[in-house]
């Protein structure tokens, strides 16, 4: 087959990690772009040598074009089903990034639409193309950790302080619905579920650091309307206890990112800013306060663009993050935004 022509649409921020990722990849070329901002178009463009004739600023036009096979779609979270939607009445493959969409019921539809007219997919749960993440999954498949009893996440960042940050669309509810909690909490969501299976409950908090801030386009000062901080206590169905402590408002921390796994076994912990890296306590390790630093070999390193590009050769990804898994992410997002709304505890079915 020949190299798959990837039209991509959102030329900001996340497609200065999937437009290098799919120019080095092999089997997939940048074919078109969309954005609605001409500024980034060209800049996109220029840079990766996309012609003005498949440089488009509607999407509906790039999807359109016969010569795209497959589209990449890396706006912000109100685009998603929507675009996906019309990549599948295309008959279109496409990749997506997260979180899936607004809320389950758009994404629920999005996944029974893709069934139904068998069109491959992939969403962009980055994480699970991190080596120590797959090398954890792996060990945990062995048993090296047993049946997990206690897992902490952490996920904080210092975004929000970010000097003469305005209302960009992180911080509207209409565009994001979810703020941290979607953007980065979906992240370790996924990873920990990837490695412990279903959560079946949440009790969550959720607040803003800033309750105000100025709009993009004038010095009118308007709400903050997604969260800026979001905590939550997770069941997990094996019946492990997990808490989450995720936030743009923590100063310090550009991109911390610890996630900490207890097994009746043993423990895995991870720094993903050293994702080559993974932490692993066994109990026949002499120091009961140890973690031994293990390198994650080879065969555990992955592209995530590189594996989307696979699965359209044919060649799936053994831990391929699919729409099932973008749907469940939303359902267990939405549980969150009910409790912390509720004050309640929220079982999810
Ligand atoms: N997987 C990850 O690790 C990761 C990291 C960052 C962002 N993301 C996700 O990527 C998405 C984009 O985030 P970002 O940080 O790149 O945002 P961004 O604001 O930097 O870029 C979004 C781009 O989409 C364009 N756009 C908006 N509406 C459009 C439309 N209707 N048609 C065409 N283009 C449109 C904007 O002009 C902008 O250039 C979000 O869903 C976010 O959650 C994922």
Redesign the pocket.
Known sequence: MHDIRIGL???????GNHLPQIEKASGGVIHAL????PD?LKAAGDRYGVPEERRFTD?RDLIALESVDAVDI????N??VPMAMASVDAGKPFCV???LGLNYAETAELLRRTQEKNILSMI?F?YRFMPAVRYARHLVDEGFIGNVVNIYAQYLKSSAYMPGRRL??RFDKDIARYGVSG?LGV?ILDLTTFLAGDVTGVFAQIGTAGPFRKREDSEEIAPVTTDDWCHFLARFAGGASATFSITRAAYGNRNHIMVDIYGDKGALRFDLNDNTKLEVHRPDMKDENAMEILTVPEEYHAGQQQCFIDLLHGKKDIYLPTLEDGVRMQKMLDAIMDSAEGNIWVDIK
């Open positions: 649409i959102g030329c900001g921020g996340i497609s969309c954005d609605i901002r980034r999407y890396c706006t912000p979270n685009w998603h990034e997260k979180p962009c980055s960009d669309w953007d992240h």
